[in-house]
T-cell receptor, first 111, second 115 residues
Framework: QKEVEQDPGPLSVPEGAIVSLNCTYS??????FMWYRQYSRKGPELLMY????GNKEDGRFTAQVDKSSKYISLFIRDSQPSDSATYLC???????????FGKGTKLTVNP | GAVVSQHPSRVICKSGTSVKIECRSL??????MFWYRQFPKKSLMLMAT?????????EQGVEKDKFLINHASLTLSTLTVTSAHPEDSSFYIC???????????FGPGTRLTVT
């Protein structure tokens, strides 16, 4: 079992839809959770960062962490064509600061 | 958010030559920097972790004599690909973090093509 599982998609939605992206993980020691957005041929951009369980909202983006289920989600409301990108979940237990990444989900938002 | 730059954004070199890639944190002190490699449509592969003033720690399977990493200051790390070969062609991305942070901020990446 991989440490972090993420459905690679691709996921295609119409503009304005609510998008749900998810990752599951196996290491219960993970405490810090991140979502990155990566456009083609660019470096990843940090979207959301959460510590432990709970929700965090930033504009159209909401990150949820359920440590009991080892499950994290990113919701995008009112999706826009500019949201079309690959979304990577990442997490760490701290210490060395090395991040463990999911494989990424490719999202396309159609106008 | 914190800003990390990378230079050059793209480089083409001949087989057997060396190439240096720079990674700079522009508005924070990067106590730790990471170097990743990314193949097309694949996730990030960590190559090495470097702490300022210390030798880099390489991941298993990464040749430390081929991929030289220097992190001599709190704002600059360099990756030198020595005696590059076509199989070294890839997208190289650095990231940086600082004390008390667990998140990493990434540079825009460098596309290396070895002919």
């Amino acid at each position: 079992q991989k440490e972090v599982e993420q459905d690679p998609g691709p996921l295609s939605v119409p503009e304005g839809a609510i998008v749900s992206l998810n990752c599951t993980y196996s290491n219960s020691a993970f405490q810090y959770f991140m979502w990155y957005r990566q456009y083609s041929r660019k470096g990843p951009e940090l979207l959301m960062y959460t510590y432990s369980s709970g929700n965090k909202e930033d504009g159209r983006f909401t990150a949820q962490v359920d440590k009991s289920s080892k499950y994290i989600s990113l919701f995008i409301r009112d999706s826009q064509p500019s949201d079309s990108a690959t979304y990577l979940c990442a997490m760490t237990q701290g210490g060395s600061k090395k991040l463990v990444f999911g494989k990424g989900t490719k999202l396309t938002v159609n106008p | 958010g914190a800003v990390v730059s990378q230079h050059p954004s793209r480089v083409i070199c001949k087989s057997g030559t060396s190439v240096k890639i720079e990674c700079r944190s522009l508005d924070f002190q990067a106590t730790t920097m990471f170097w990743y490699r990314q193949f097309p449509k694949k996730s990030l592969m960590l190559m090495a972790t470097s702490n300022e003033g210390s030798k880099a720690t390489y991941e298993q399977g990464v040749e430390k004599d081929k991929f030289l990493i220097n992190h001599a200051s709190l704002t600059l790390s360099t990756l030198t690909v020595t005696s590059a070969h076509p199989e070294d062609s890839s997208f190289y991305i650095c990231s940086a973090s600082t004390s008390g942070w667990y998140e990493q901020y990434f540079g825009p990446g460098t596309r290396l093509t070895v002919t």
